[in-house]
Structures are given as structure tokens and as C-alpha cells.
């Protein structure tokens, strides 16, 4: 965390330890994680509010693999929005340096489209609610962009190589929805 020195992740303060324990003193982060965003609140985010959200998402992603950083835990309880609309990952206890064996940069990407799906869902009609589940990519409104793109993500479909691509599609969704 040292080494993020940028508004989209706490600042490091210090560390200690104490009975064979590390401590780690960070920054307080003002705001509100997506969690109670999506549960207390019952926020429902619209079409480019998701897309605003994936981009900034992704912007983080970046700034992670800049470092050579997977942070490998992207959830709804890990990301913070404050006033501003700004975002910011907190919990890097399961963050990892990349390797090409253990710890890839695409479980990431995985967790960039488990995040949106709550999203999507936070609007979900769920009025016609049938009896039988079914998966997310049935359930939810989405165009064919859309679940291909987080279809890519997940790596159902042909995972996505680099950050570039994520980009340049998400880009094409966000126009499309004008």
C-alpha cells in the first residue's frame, strides 16, 4: 500500500505488531461502501451510472497493475463512494504481487463484472419474478453488448487480455446508451 500513493486507495500511516500480530494503521476513507449503498439505502443505479462506475473501476484495476498489483477481493464491500462520486478500494489483505502462476491480473476482471452485476440488479425488476432460478445473464435486461462484455470478464466467454480492451468496449456500451 506504500506504494499507492494516489486518492483511489487509503493512505498507509504505519504498522505494529503486537502478540504475534500485524497491525496496520490506514487512512479513514469518508463515504459510503457499495454494500449499504445497495442494501440500506435500495439505491438503484441507472445504465451510465454503472458504466461511470465500471470506468473508474477500471481505472483502478490500472493503477493496480501499474504496480504489478492484483488486488483479488473488487467487492461491493470494499469500495467506497464519498460525496464526490469518487471511488476508493480499501482491504488489501488478500492483494498479491502478479505472477503468470498464482496470481493473475485477471481475477480482477472477474470481480470488475461480479461487482456490476449487483449493480444491475440494484434496478432488477423483480415484479414477474418467476419461481425457478436462473443465472444473472438470463435474469437481468441486458443488451448484447452488455453481457458479452461482463461475459468476457468472467471469462465465460474469450477473457479479455489487458485493460485496453475492457476499455475500448466499455467505451462503445457507454455511447451506445446515449
Do not use: C
Not at 41 to 52: A, G, K, Q, V
Not at 93 to 113: F, H, P, T
Request: proline share 1%.
Amino acid at each position: 500500500m506504500k506504494s499507492l500513493d494516489d486518492k483511489k486507495f487509503p493512505k498507509f500511516i504505519d504498522k505494529f505488531d503486537y502478540d504475534d500480530t500485524k497491525f496496520y494503521v490506514i487512512e479513514f476513507v469518508d463515504g459510503k461502501d457499495f454494500y449499504e449503498l445497495l442494501s440500506f439505502d435500495e439505491y438503484e443505479f441507472t445504465r451510465n451510472e454503472i458504466y461511470d462506475i465500471a470506468e473508474k473501476i477500471l481505472k483502478i484495476i490500472i493503477t493496480l497493475q501499474e504496480k504489478n498489483i492484483v488486488h483479488r477481493d473488487i467487492r461491493i464491500s470494499n469500495v467506497i463512494m464519498n460525496e464526490k462520486k469518487d471511488l476508493v478500494l480499501i482491504d488489501f489483505g488478500l492483494a498479491r504481487y502478479i505472477d503468470k502462476d498464482k496470481y493473475k491480473k485477471e481475477i480482477d476482471y472477474w470481480y470488475m463484472a461480479d461487482f456490476l452485476i449487483h449493480l444491475y440488479y440494484s434496478s432488477y425488476d423483480d415484479e414477474n419474478l418467476e419461481l425457478e432460478n436462473k443465472p444473472w445473464y438470463e435474469e437481468l435486461d441486458l443488451t448484447n453488448d452488455e453481457l458479452i462484455f461482463l461475459k468476457k470478464l468472467m471469462g465465460i466467454e474469450k477473457l479479455y487480455e489487458n485493460t485496453d480492451e475492457i476499455m475500448r468496449d466499455l467505451f462503445i456500451i457507454k455511447n451506445s446508451n446515449i
